[in-house]
């Protein structure tokens, strides 16, 4: 057996055309694509006018990073992503005051958060701004926490559209 490839020699030798990059936090890039990028030059496509209309129309978002964020030449002076909300996936079996209580423990720590890891900027002072625009992308994707609920509420928020998505528990 021979050694697996890595995402840096698939670029480099043409198996692989291109790849999705995005950010955490709109600071950094993720760890495979700070590595890849050590081995081999890229170039972020942007989309076009007609194509960033398209997505628009259809309800995407779509961010501006600098190249900066990826501490690298990404050839252009800007990359136009579709933003990457992660979450904090817990699960159906964790409690909604469980949830709601460690919602509110990393609301108010994120600048500590941040510090350690850029990628909690996006969180900031108001996590409640995030948690909101990642349910604006994703809530007829996949169910919706109770607990992230309680917290939204509580945050004066929550949209009534998500009602019908609030996990069963």
């Not at 990404?74 to 996936?89: C, E, I, R, S």
Request: proline share 8%.
């Amino acid at each position: 057996m021979g050694r697996p490839h890595r995402p840096q020699g698939q670029l480099e030798s043409g198996t692989i055309e291109g790849m999705i990059i995005y950010t955490a936090g709109e600071t950094q890039p993720a760890p495979w694509i700070t590595e890849a990028s050590l081995a081999v030059d890229w170039a972020a496509l942007n989309p076009s006018a007609d194509e960033v209309a398209t997505l628009k129309k259809k309800g995407f978002q779509l961010i501006d990073v600098p190249p900066s964020a990826f501490r690298r030449d990404v050839h252009t002076p800007k990359a136009t992503l579709l933003p990457f909300y992660w979450g904090f996936d817990v699960g159906s079996d964790m409690p909604a005051d469980d949830v709601y209580k460690m919602l509110t423990i990393i609301e108010k720590h994120s600048a500590e958060l941040a510090q350690l890891d850029p990628s909690y900027s996006q969180i900031g002072s108001k996590m409640w701004e995030f948690q909101k625009k990642a349910l604006d992308a994703t809530w007829e994707l996949c169910p919706i926490h109770p607990g992230l609920a309680k917290y939204l509420r509580e945050k004066g928020v929550w949209d009534p559209k998500w009602d019908s998505k609030i996990a069963t528990m």
